[in-house]
């Protein structure tokens, strides 16, 4: 589990997280959500350790980040994995190095073994075939699937993943929702997702906070979103145009019942 | 003069930060293999090139310019050994794989940068300094004195090649004369020695640029640009500094 307590972070005088205080539950996918310049990305940054919160408390199973020094971040790292926005994965490697980077970096089994073990996590990400290619020559989708697969090879207690359905169609945009929610039920990780996209969050939102101007407006899960009455949640929900279809589908429905009740 | 302080700073504290022992030295020789292949070796036929060019031009060059019966022929043969062993082979030389070599690397690790694969190694806990940088500086320090050694012997070969040309009053015997008249060993390693420091300035300049890259595509590219650059000018203030210490 990871908790962060009173969460404040400025940039030349700029607030853009103010008090934030949230809990993200293992087993569970927990998103962020919010706008566009909310201060989702800055959050995630934050609670991985590429940026230091002005104050507030980031605790990883009640270890505190912000009173590490490098050595015990390092060691920390190690228990956590990454998907990027754009995957990250590195050019020069083919997929299958790019998976058995973190084992060959870190783990101290043989050779045989780091790489019996990554083509297992491309197995899991449905990548078996793709291992002797190199990221330029795979599409977005197979991108992502094979720095999920990266990111679950040390086996991390914690995943992070940042806005990983942009651009992918949505179908894509579903198997790769569908892939980090399966992944963090079968290994029991603490997942955060920074997103957007409103169908990862009713797709697998375990556990959301919704930011809003560097502020936690709101929490709950995919089942509440929608009858939530938060109007900044709602204004963000309902901008599109099939969600806001979707509610008026619902409040047809319950208006109907209420009719036939009565 | 504020700015220029804190890139120094900068430097400093990314070099701290990529000289120290590698996370894992099987990793490390890995990609210092790579890294020997694709700057060092990958660069030997422009070496080649360019000294048997050079090479020939210097010897027909000086042989035009000597036109004086005082001065005995094997002059150009020894001018031309004494040009490419002092100066062109090492410092010139480097100066060309400063923009060969240079932007390659501030290039590459800009690249990394912008597409947050820098990031991801930090994340998972490597250095990323290190990893990426120290084997580039260990690589060009070993193979560029490889690379000096190869354009001495071609550009040598090529001011042969010029000696047999006729028109321009030198004969080969002569030039081979001048070629080993007073030779001096210590050229030889005082310009060996000046390409490893010239190696170790192209390599750690250019992977600075690259990784203090901020932004996208465009940086990228003026980052490489100003890595050539730089690394070109500290070659040549290196280059008076060095002459002055083991020559004078």
Same mark, same amino acid.
């Given at each position: ?15 853009? =997280? @103010? ?56 060691? =920390? ?10 995957? &990250? ?7 299958? +190095? ?48 094979? &720095?999920?697969?990266? &990111?679950?090879?040390?086996? %991390? ?6 806005? %990983? ?79 806001? @279809? ?9 208006? &109907?019942? +209420?009719?036939?009740?009565? | ?38 700057? /060092? *070796? ?31 022929? *094997? ?79 071609? /550009? ?10 006729? /028109? ?31 190696? *170790? ?8 640029? /690259?990784?203090? #890259? ?13 890595? #050539? #650059? ?9 280059? #008076? ?8």
């Amino acid at each position: 589990m990871i908790t962060i307590n009173n969460i404040i972070k400025s940039f030349e005088g700029r607030t853009v =997280l @103010k008090n934030i205080s949230a809990e993200f539950e293992e087993g569970k996918t927990n998103l962020i959500i919010g706008r566009s310049g909310s201060g989702k990305t800055v959050l995630i940054k934050n609670i991985i350790g590429l940026m230091r919160p002005d104050s507030g408390e980031i605790l990883y199973d009640g270890r505190d980040l912000t009173s590490m020094n490098k050595s015990e971040l390092n060691m =920390l790292r190690r228990e956590m994995g990454m998907l990027f926005q754009g995957s &990250a994965l590195f050019d020069s490697m083919t997929v299958l +190095e790019n998976v058995m980077f973190p084992l060959d970096m870190f783990s101290k089994k043989t050779y045989k073994e780091r790489r019996k073990r990554a083509e297992f996590c491309l197995e899991r990400v449905n990548l078996s075939d793709a291992g002797d290619l190199y990221p330029s020559e795979i599409s977005g989708g197979m991108m992502k699937r094979a &720095a999920i697969a990266r &990111a679950i090879a040390l086996n %991390p207690k914690y995943l992070f993943c940042d806005e %990983p359905n942009s651009g992918l169609d949505p179908k894509t945009s579903l198997l790769i929702d569908d892939l980090i929610h399966d992944i963090t039920v079968e290994y029991k990780m603490t997942t955060v997702i920074n997103t957007h996209d409103m169908n990862s969050v009713m797709n697998i939102g375990d556990n959301i906070i919704f930011i809003k101007e560097g502020v936690k407006e709101w929490q709950g899960n995919k089942n509440e979103v929608i009858s939530s009455d938060n109007k900044a949640l709602n204004d963000f929900i309902f901008a599109s145009d099939l969600f806001r @279809k979707v509610k008026e589908v619902e409040e047809e429905e319950l208006k &109907a019942k +209420e009719h036939k009740t009565i | 003069m504020n700015k220029a302080l804190h890139k120094l700073g900068e430097y400093v504290l990314l070099m701290q930060k990529a000289i120290t022992i590698p996370d894992r030295w099987s990793m490390f020789f890995k990609q210092l293999l790579k890294e020997i292949y694709k700057l /060092g *070796f990958d660069s030997l036929w422009i070496v080649i090139i360019i000294s048997i060019f050079i090479g020939t031009v210097i010897a027909i060059q000086i042989s035009l310019n000597i036109s004086s019966p005082l001065i005995p022929k *094997f002059t150009i043969g020894y001018t031309t050994r004494e040009i490419i062993l002092l100066e062109f082979s090492s410092s010139i030389m480097c100066l060309i794989l400063a923009g060969k070599i240079g932007s390659n690397i501030a290039s590459e690790i800009g690249t990394m940068r912008v597409t947050e694969q820098i990031d991801a190694m930090e994340i998972m806990g490597v250095n990323s300094a290190n990893f990426l940088i120290l084997p580039k500086i260990v690589g060009l320090m070993v193979f560029i004195p490889v690379l000096v050694i190869f354009s001495m012997f071609t /550009g040598i070969l090529g001011g042969i090649a010029a000696s047999y040309s006729t /028109g321009t009053g030198m004969t080969p015997a002569s030039f081979e004369y001048g070629l080993q008249f007073y030779f001096n060993q210590f050229y030889v390693w005082y310009s060996i020695i000046k390409s490893v420091i010239y190696a *170790f300035i192209i390599a750690s300049i250019a992977s600075y640029y /690259g990784y203090n #890259v901020k932004g996208g595509a465009l940086e990228v590219g003026k980052a490489s640009t100003d890595a #050539v #650059v730089m690394s070109s000018i500290m070659i040549l203030l290196a280059d #008076v500094i060095l002459t002055d210490l083991m020559l004078t």
